[in-house]
């Protein structure tokens, strides 16, 4: 019922920036909720960013100051705009979304594909 495409992840050196999106697509009647989490290797999934319907932002303690979460409504997409990257950030950076649903108005959650990003010199 809803799709997410994910797209900006790459190669960066230390020091450098990046800006993630995530578009959603489908039978969508609103986007409550939305946020980014990360993953790096033998590490568990955390939270990066969340924001809400009125751009209400929260942010894990490790990127306050450096990114920032927005999102345009009107395409329901969100956006992360990492800058001052550390080799530290490096992980698989996953959105995710809570969707009311156009047909049903019912809530669900829906995680994106991931989207890799090194920090590197």
């Known amino acids: 019922q809803v799709q997410l495409v994910e797209s900006g992840g790459g190669l960066v050196q230390p020091g450098g920036s990046l800006r993630l999106s995530c578009a959603a697509s489908?039978?969508?009647?609103?986007?409550?909720?939305a946020g980014w989490y990360r993953q790096a290797p033998g590490k568990e999934r955390e939270l990066v960013a969340t924001?809400?319907?009125?751009?209400?932002?929260n942010y894990g303690d490790s990127v306050k100051g450096r990114f920032t979460i927005s999102r345009d409504n009107a395409k329901n997409t969100v956006y992360l705009q990492m800058n001052t990257l550390k080799p530290e950030d490096t992980a698989v950076y996953y959105c995710?979304?809570?969707?009311?649903?156009?047909?049903?108005?019912?809530?669900?959650?829906?995680w994106g594909q991931g989207t890799q990003v090194t920090v590197s010199s």
């Open positions: 924001i809400s319907s009125i751009s209400t932002t």
């Open positions: 995710n979304v809570e969707v009311l649903i156009m047909t049903t108005m019912t809530r669900k959650y829906y």
């Open positions: 489908g039978s969508i009647r609103s986007i409550p909720v």
